[in-house]
């Protein structure tokens, strides 16, 4: 493989976005171990060391990646809900649960920020990714605003925040470990069949999180 420096933004930018492709791939094929500089090296047009220049650490690359991901979430979570449309409080929530099931990728992600991927990072990209962040609650405040009555911004930020704290937890509950959940059931004596399912148990924590809304589309 002919390896060419990259000199001009655009090129940059694309060097950067086929890193952040091999990791993706190697994370869901696999585990965090398994994101590496030599792995990633061998899919992408550079070299090991050229790869320092853009990540210090495997945990910036997938810092970004979550970045990239969490974007992709929000941008697309406003499009679910087209301005002049109202939904009722049970549809608003079923369709943000299945979005939440569409997105696993940064789900998954999302749940090693605290305890793995802000652990061993510059400053700069933790700067740089609480930026992104920050964009989710004036896309979700203002969607909520389309589809609820006159109601204190508080309220607003009361949702997006709990949103964005379930971010952390919500994974294990999507795609448990075959032996988690079946150690779960033996401990507790029962089967999964009697017991919601996770998307069920997803629709259910989204209607918490709405109680003190209220919709223009009543059910």
Not at 14 to 28: G, H, K
Not at 103 to 114: D, E, I, N, T
Not at 132 to 147: A, G, S, Y
Not at 201 to 207: D, E, H, P, T, V
Request: glycine fraction near 2%.
């Amino acid at each position: 493989m002919t390896f060419q420096r990259a000199r001009k933004k655009e090129q940059i930018e694309d060097r950067r976005r086929e890193i952040l492709t091999a990791a993706e791939r190697l994370f869901n094929e696999g585990c965090l171990e398994d994101v590496t500089f030599s792995r990633i090296a061998k899919d992408v047009s550079v070299t090991r060391q050229t790869i320092y220049t853009y990540y210090q650490t495997r945990e910036e690359v997938l810092l970004d990646l979550l970045s990239a991901k969490l974007k992709e979430f929000y941008e697309s979570i406003d499009q679910l809900f087209p301005p002049g449309k109202l939904f009722t409080r049970d549809e608003f929530c079923y369709r943000v649960a299945h979005h939440f099931i569409e997105h696993k990728a940064m789900l998954r992600l999302f749940s090693l920020r605290h305890t793995v991927l802000e652990e061993n990072v510059r400053y700069e990209n933790l700067v740089a990714f609480n930026r992104i962040m920050l964009h989710v609650f004036p896309t979700v405040k203002d969607l909520l605003r389309r589809q609820c009555s006159v109601a204190d911004d508080m309220l607003f930020d009361t949702f997006t925040f709990t949103m964005i704290s379930y971010f952390a937890s919500i994974y294990p509950i999507l795609e448990p470990h075959p032996n988690q959940l079946k150690a779960i059931f033996e401990a507790i004596g029962s089967t999964a069949e009697n017991h919601p399912t996770a998307e069920e148990c997803l629709i259910a924590s989204i209607k918490l999180m709405t109680a003190g809304l209220k919709f223009k589309k009543e059910d």
